[in-house]
Structure formats: C-alpha cells, structure tokens
C-alpha cells in the first residue's frame, strides 16, 4: 500500500459569487506524478493555492506530507516546492542571483547553497547564462529558472502550475524531461495542466477537475479502459451537423456501437475494438446522406475521457476564454 | 532568529541589487531636490532674506528638502512589492517557509538605507553651495536620524498601501495625490508664522512639519535639546500610530 502525500477532503472555495471548488477531494500518492487536467477556469490554480496555504478554503481540510496545512500551514511550507503559472523571476536578477535568493528563503546554509544552485544550473540548462541578467532570457528559459527556483531545497512534494502554457516544442520536451526526472528521484509531482497529451505523458493519474469538482479519477489507462474499446470521431461541416442526431441515432441501433457523443458538428462513436466497425459506419452515413468531412479512428485518448466525463471538449473551453 | 536574519538578508540582498543595477532611477529622485536647491535656494533668496534674519533662504529651505526627499522616497517605497505582487512573485515569496515580517524588514531597511544616502548627498551639496549646518557632523547625523523618523511611518504606510491595493495605477494616484497637500502644508518652505492661521492649523497636523522644524533648529540655531525632544517625540507618536495600523492591516492580509 502506497502511503498519501497530498489529500484534501470537500474543498470549497468561493470568490464572491463565484464558486471556484465545489467540494474537491484528491489523494495523491508518495512518489506519483499526479495531473489536474481541466480546462481554463476549471479550479485548477485555486486548488493548488489552497494547497500551498495561500487561500483559505471555505469548508473542507486538506493534508500536505502528513501536516494539516489549515492549522500548521508555517510546517507545511517547508515540505513543498511551488512553481507557479507566470513567469515569477526577478529580471533585474541574474539566475544565480535568483537562486541564491530562494536558497536563503529556504534557509540553505551557504556551502549548501553554492552546490546546490550549481547543481539546479546545470539541471535546467542554464549554466552558460547564469550570470546574465533574467530580463535578457528567453520565455523557455525563464520558466526553467522558475522550476530550478522551486526545487531549490530538494523538496519531496513539488506544485507545478501549467509548465509549458505558451513554451514551444524543444522547452516543453526539456521541461517533461525534467520532471520524469524528479519522478524518478522519488519526488511526489502535483502538475496542473490543460494538455491531454502533458498528462498523458508525465502522470502516473490523472484527476479531470471541471467547473471547480472532480469528473474522474485514475490512472491514463484505467481511464481508457472505462472508456471500452475504440472511438470513431466524424465530422460533418457545420451546415450539416443538423444531421448528426439522426445518425447518431442509427448508429446506436448496431450490436457493436457501445455509445454515441455528439458534440457540435462532431460525433464521437464508441465501438468494441472492430475490424469492421469503420466501414460500416461510414455505409450508415451514406445511407443516410450525412456529408462527412473528416473521421478518424483512434485508441482513446484522455481527451475523450475529459468529453466523456464532462459532456464537452477541454479544447473548446479554452477558446471561450 | 537566525532563521529570520537569514531570510531578512536574502531579501535585502535582492533589493540591494536592485539599488546597483537601477541606479538611473535613483539618480533620478534626486533631481528635483537638487534643482530646488540650486535654483529656487538661489532665486528666492533675495526676497527671504528680509523676513528670515538673514539666514540664506538656501539654509533655510534645505531641512524642506530632505524632508521632502525622505517623503518620496518612503512613500513609494512599497511599490516594489507591489510589482512582485501583480506579476505573482509574491505568491512565491509567500509559499516560502519565511516569517511575513521579513518580507516587510527587508523593504523597510532598503528603503531607509537609500534614504539616508540620499540625503547625504543632498546636505553634501548644499555645503558645496554655501549652506552651513550650525550642529556641524553631529548635527548632520541627528539630521538624518529626524529623517529617518518621518521615513520610518511613511515607509510603513507604503508598505501597507502595497498590500491593500491591487495595481500601481491606484498607487500612484494615491501618492500624487498626497504629495502636494503634505508638502505645502508643511513648514517646508514657509515658516509656521509667517503662514496664514489655517494654514499652520493644518501644517502642525502634518509630521513633516516636526521633521523639518527638529532639522531647522539643528542647521539654523545650534542644540536645543528640549525643542528636539519635542519634535523626536511628535514624529514617533505618529510612527507608533502608521505601525499600529500597519501591523494590524497586515495581520488580515497575509495572516
Ligand atoms: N482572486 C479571484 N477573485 C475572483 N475570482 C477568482 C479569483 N481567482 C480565481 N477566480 C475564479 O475561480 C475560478 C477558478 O479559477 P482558477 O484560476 O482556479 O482556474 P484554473 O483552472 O487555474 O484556470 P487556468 O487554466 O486558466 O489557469 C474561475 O472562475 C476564476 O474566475
Ligand atoms: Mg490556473
């Protein structure tokens, strides 16, 4: 039996009218990588600020390496490290400069700090410009400072906030490349995202958190499996989707079709793994006369599970904002 | 404690750097002082000197102008943290195993560190222009240490502005909005009895006048023990007071 690292029981937290957690409850395990996958707005940041004791919850508790961060929350900040969503640098500072700050914040005493910030440079890469002030760096290697930042005093427990939110692809794949790494080291890793494949990739389980309560929770394949089978998504255009109910309707009526989701112009159809499933949907659509633009058959991937348990695509929410 | 002097230093190390990769904006508090000093001290000197027993109007105006220095840079002093708040630096700051105290001790030793200096530099180049302190060197550190006593209340009001407030645009509305009204109903650059009675009504309400009349005996008159007593004792009512406040504001705030 794994021992619990992170626990909260019925969060909630409410900014005036708004109800950001409506009763969140997560166990996250010694050692995992554990992904809140949710779109924009979902609570992902609140959670994470409750967690880290800056936000006091309205009701609920919530257990941090072991302390009660609602009566110890001073205990409990020695036990994590925090990264948060923006860009947090001094830029006036050099990395080092930087580094050394947050080693005396975390009390490092000065043989320790020198080999540790030397350390964290080489880590994220930045050994070659540590000594340049940050207001010269580039946005990937800004947010690899914040990391290094946040791991200065080895923590066990580390909070990362959507780390490659606008970093392109070489920083996103160092920056996943750094956090297998930790895994590795044993280091328990609460990662909030809105990439299905960032959860995918790093996240032993992933919790889907949508409008401030948790949809599901498990590991990527436990998720699938729940799922069953295989999906086939189609897509008519726009003009046409009046269509899609009618076919979807049809389409429920075989023996191999498990359930039908239709979202906008775009029908996702559940099927047990079938040769021949492909085929013989497309014969309905034609015999229906839906025009199809696009279809696709694919292994289920978290963003199905996230349509699935939400009733909508993470993708769209994040264009509403 | 060695805990807070650790975490205390390492913020102030932080502000440190600030002070030695920013120094334009430093230099640049600076200028209007100076040009107060130089020209206004010169040009109005002719007509003070009737009415001020022939004391140059330069001695007489360069208690205002320290005042004045120490007052804008106390009052913005918190702006910093401000920055550090709206772009989520704080956040960070305040997830460390820190004491909150030390967030603010850090600022507020920074602020009157730079303060000091700055005044240095101003009573430095008054000398250069002829003013003389009647206290000599002691005289320029009780100068300093009565500036440090208005900077000190006005730091802390900084400070708790930075935390109340949600973005330096409210900020600096307020502080343009104070620094007229405080600076000119004050003794700065008229004494209290040559002011019209309302005026030195609401001049002696004001801290800075204390300040500037406690470093007007020490640069026009010599010691006067009990008069600087007095002043010292005025100016630390109102800092106990902007702490009290202070401190309880910030107990809500950051808990
Ligand atoms: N300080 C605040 N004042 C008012 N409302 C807030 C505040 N912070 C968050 N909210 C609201 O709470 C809800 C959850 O916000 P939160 O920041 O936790 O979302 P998120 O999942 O982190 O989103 P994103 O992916 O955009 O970072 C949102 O509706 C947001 O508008
Ligand atoms: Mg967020």
């Not at chain 1, 002030?133 to 290697?141: E, I, L």
């Not at chain 2, 805990?3 to 230093?9: A, G, I, R, S, Y």
Request: with cysteine.
């Amino acid at each position: 039996m794994e021992s619990v690292s992170i626990r909260t029981r019925g969060l909630v937290k409410k900014y005036g009218d708004v109800t950001a957690l409506n009763g969140v409850d997560l166990e996250v395990h010694e050692g995992e990588t554990f992904g809140l996958l949710g779109p924009n707005g979902a609570g992902k940041t609140t959670t994470v600020k409750i967690l880290i004791t800056l936000a006091q919850p309205e009701a609920g508790s919530a257990q941090v390496g072991g302390v009660d961060i609602l009566r110890e929350p001073a205990r409990a900040r020695r036990l994590f490290g925090y990264v948060p969503q923006e860009l947090t640098a001094d830029r006036a500072l050099t990395a080092r400069e930087n580094l050394r700050w947050f080693a005396g914040m975390y009390h490092l005493d000065r043989s320790t700090r020198e080999h540790r910030v030397r350390e964290l440079l080489d880590l994220v890469d930045l050994a070659e410009a540590a000594d340049r002030p940050v207001r010269t760096y580039s946005g990937g290697m800004k947010k690899k400072l914040d990391l290094a930042c946040g791991l200065i005093h080895d923590p066990k427990i580390l909070f990362l906030d959507e780390p490659s939110l606008g970093l392109d692809v070489k920083v996103r794949a160092d920056l996943w490349r750094y956090v297998l790494g930790l895994k590795q080291r044993g280091v328990t890793v609460f990662l909030c995202t809105n990439y299905m494949d960032e959860a995918d990739r790093l996240c032993d389980r992933v919790a889907v958190i949508d409008r401030g309560r948790i949809a599901v929770a498990g590991t990527p394949d436990e998720l699938r499996a729940a799922l069953g089978g295989d999906v086939i998504t189609l897509e008519t255009p726009p003009e046409a989707s009046g269509t899609l109910a009618g076919l979807a309707q049809a389409l429920s009526t075989l023996p191999f079709v498990k359930e039908t989701l239709a979202d906008g112009s775009r029908l996702s159809v559940y099927v047990e793994a079938n040769e021949t499933a492909l085929p013989r949907v497309l014969e309905q659509a034609s015999a229906r006369g839906t025009t199809i633009q696009r279809i696709a058959y694919s292994r289920p991937g978290l963003d199905e599970v996230f349509l699935k348990y939400t009733g909508h695509r993470i993708d769209e929410e994040a264009q509403r904002v | 404690m060695s805990e807070f002097l650790q975490e205390t230093w390492a913020q102030l190390v932080r502000w440190l750097i600030h002070l030695q990769r920013e120094r334009f904006s430093l230099t640049f508090a600076l200028v209007s002082p100076i040009v107060f000093l130089v020209f206004f001290g010169g040009a109005f000197s002719q007509m003070a000197q009737a009415s001020l027993r022939g004391e140059s109007y330069r001695t007489f105006i360069l208690p205002g102008i320290v005042a004045l220095t120490v007052f804008g840079g106390s009052l913005s002093g918190g702006i910093e943290l401000l920055f550090d708040k709206e772009n989520g630096t704080l956040t960070r700051i305040l997830a460390a195993p820190i004491s909150r105290a030390s967030i603010l001790v850090s600022r507020f030793l920074y602020v009157n560190l730079v303060s000091s200096i700055q005044v240095c530099i101003i009573v430095a180049l008054a000398l250069l222009l002829g003013a003389r302190i009647a206290t000599g060197i002691p005289g320029l550190l009780v100068l300093i240490a009565m500036g440090l006593l208005l900077g000190f209340a006005l730091t802390v009001i900084s400070l708790m502005l930075a935390f109340v407030l949600t973005n330096h645009g409210e900020f600096f509305a307020i502080l343009s909005f104070l620094t007229l009204p405080l600076a000119f109903l004050s003794s700065a650059f008229v004494p209290l009895d040559k002011m019209p009675a309302w005026m030195a009504v609401c001049a002696r309400l004001n801290p800075m006048t204390y300040a500037v009349n406690g470093m007007r005996t020490l640069v026009l008159s010599g010691w006067d023990w009990g008069y600087l007593a007095k002043m010292a004792l005025a100016l630390m009512v109102f800092d106990t007071l902007c702490l009290l406040l202070g401190v309880s504001t910030l107990r809500r705030r950051i808990g």
